[in-house]
């Protein structure tokens, strides 16, 4: 079992930076595929980015060059840098882990870009 908290959202102005935070507890937190998802109103949850157990990391093509995923397994802690913030990052960030079969979903952190 992995629960996972997370933290840092907020309201910052278009261009700004944000980070956000998973802090996870209950498993081993270095064997998991860890993934920041949003899913804004009206719209469907998405993958941000993702970064594996190996510290391997994709991203969505809209957040390319402007988000960074890292994983610090001694804190037990996954984190988005978020740069040169844009309107339509707005939306409920999820941290998600997955371990084969085991999926796990933080409660969300709300991020609102203003214009």
């Known amino acids: 079992q992995v629960q996972l908290v997370e933290s840092g959202g907020g309201l910052v102005q278009a261009g700004g930076s944000l980070t956000l935070s998973c802090a996870a507890s209950?498993?081993?937190?270095?064997?998991?595929?860890m993934g920041w998802y949003r899913q804004a109103p009206g719209k469907q949850r998405e993958l941000v980015a993702r970064?594996?157990?190996?510290?391997?990391?994709n991203y969505a093509e809209s957040v390319k060059g402007r988000f960074t995923i890292s994983r610090d397994n001694a804190k037990n802690t996954v984190y988005l840098q978020m740069n040169s913030l844009r309107p339509e990052d707005t939306a409920v960030y999820y941290c998600?882990?997955?371990?084969?079969?085991?999926?796990?979903w933080g409660q969300g952190t709300q991020v609102t870009v203003s214009s």
């Open positions: 998600n882990a997955v371990r084969r079969l085991h999926l796990y």
């Open positions: 209950g498993s081993i937190f270095s064997r998991y595929t």
């Open positions: 970064i594996t157990s190996g510290v391997n990391s």
